[in-house]
């Protein structure tokens, strides 16, 4: 296949350009390369989105979402690789359910999917899990997705066995003893609601903690899902002294405020909270200078009836495949920001970089793993819309641009829009 007439994002800009593709590789970038393809004129091809923080709920939670419905919303917003955290049922913690998760997508065939195994057994902070038994099966990193490992000396362990693998632990930050069960930032609109808050220190102190360790024991960390500004200092000056810490945010977190839970819409629930004005600002300045690598969704798919109750009873969590691109796009790049390469590296290259994943740039050689869209496509955000399981977002009825046309796996087209 020629992809004809694109504008092409390269590492060092946005450059006019044919590509061929042949055996699921990008062998020759161009002008005018003689060949049958796509004609796309008007649209630009991007490295394929990676998004290294997902919830595909398979296995054990297929109510809410499973591989093939995931797979579908993340080609759909433009993501050839996914990497989905071990909160499952039976927790992906072992070779089996890594290699169920690996053969799963295989079946399904969408994009490529990437497990992360948990930390420890269980998810119950006691033992280590068989770290090198699903790095052998194919997981690409470390999480206690969804808490925190309380006792340090267990965390630096994990830090310690996970680099002798190979792997990178990513940290949910949060101390719960903190938290004491708030469901909302804390500050003025805690107060106006009456919902119970949940101060930045719950998530800073952690934040602090794996810096600390990463930094003492000369290991590698990264970061999870950053929404506070004191956390985005924390991080700039852990780099600043050389720490090997990377960080990733989230949409929700540069483009809201807590003010949104005066709605009490439970679709704005969300773990870490969505936090106030100085938050978001500091999050935007924190992609915008590097100190925050990467953007990733943090999609956590729910079933309607986890969300139709009470705030305080409702599920954490935002379908967010689907809209992270064009809320990225909308938000940073329209709101001069980042540049499209930028944007780019912060939701393909970086992920590669950190995980070691294949991919992440447009250069000859590389997998054909491609996300064409046009970016003056101006359009509404409808879940009823969504194909993935999980309709629970804050962005209903939300203008944004940037429209995914094509999304490329291996030189295949899985998602023609």
Not at 100 to 126: D, F, H, M, S, W
Not at 312 to 328: H, R
Not at 351 to 361: H, K, Q, T, Y
Request: hydrophobic share 40%; aromatic share 6%; with cysteine.
């Amino acid at each position: 296949m020629v992809i004809k007439n694109a504008d092409v994002v390269l590492k060092d800009g946005v450059k006019k350009l044919d590509l061929r593709i042949e055996e699921g590789r990008i062998a020759e970038l161009g002008k005018g390369l003689k060949g049958e393809g796509l004609d796309c004129t008007g649209l630009t091809v991007l490295p394929g989105l990676i998004d290294m923080h997902v919830h595909l709920r398979e296995p054990g939670f297929e109510k809410k979402e499973d591989i093939a419905s995931g797979s579908a919303a993340a080609v759909k917003g433009g993501f050839t690789q996914i990497c989905c955290m071990p909160n499952t049922r039976p927790v992906t913690d072992n070779k089996v359910v890594v290699s169920y998760i690996l053969n799963r997508a295989k079946e399904v065939g969408l994009c490529k999917v990437r497990p992360v195994g948990a930390i420890t057994e269980g998810q119950e902070g006691k033992n280590l899990a068989a770290i090198g038994a699903m790095k052998a099966a194919g997981a690409v990193a470390l999480s206690e997705d969804g808490k925190s490992v309380l006792s340090t000396g267990l965390m630096a362990n994990a830090m310690m066995y996970a680099a002798d693998f190979g792997l990178k632990c990513l940290c949910h930050c949060e101390d719960a003893s903190l938290v004491d069960g708030g469901v909302v930032n804390e500050g003025y609109y805690s107060t106006l609601t009456g919902l119970k808050g949940s101060i930045r220190a719950a998530e800073d102190v952690i934040i602090a903690r794996e810096i600390c360790l990463a930094e003492s024991l000369s290991l590698p960390v990264h970061i999870c899902h950053v929404s506070t500004y004191s956390g985005v200092q924390l991080i700039r000056e852990a780099k600043a002294r050389g720490v090997q810490v990377t960080a990733e945010t989230c949409p929700h977190y540069f483009t809201l405020t807590d003010a949104v839970i005066a709605s009490f819409d439970t679709n704005t629930k969300v773990n870490p909270p969505i936090r106030e004005e100085k938050d978001r600002l500091a999050v935007i300045e924190g992609l915008k200078d590097g100190t925050l690598d990467c953007i990733v969704t943090d999609h956590a798919p729910h079933h309607a009836d986890d969300k139709s109750v009470e705030y305080d009873l409702a599920t954490f969590g935002i379908s967010g495949l689907e809209t992270s691109f064009a809320l990225s796009y909308t938000q940073l790049v329209k709101g001069g920001v980042l540049t499209p390469e930028e944007l780019a590296d912060r939701m393909s290259g970086a992920p590669a970089r950190i995980l070691g994943l294949e991919g992440g740039g447009i250069a000859v050689g590389a997998p054909a793993d491609l996300t064409i869209a046009d970016l003056h496509a101006k359009w509404t955000i409808d879940p009823a819309a969504f194909v993935s399981k999980g309709k629970n977002t804050p962005f209903g009825g939300r203008e944004v641009f940037g429209a995914v046309r094509y999304t490329l796996v291996d030189g295949e087209i899985k998602y023609q829009g």
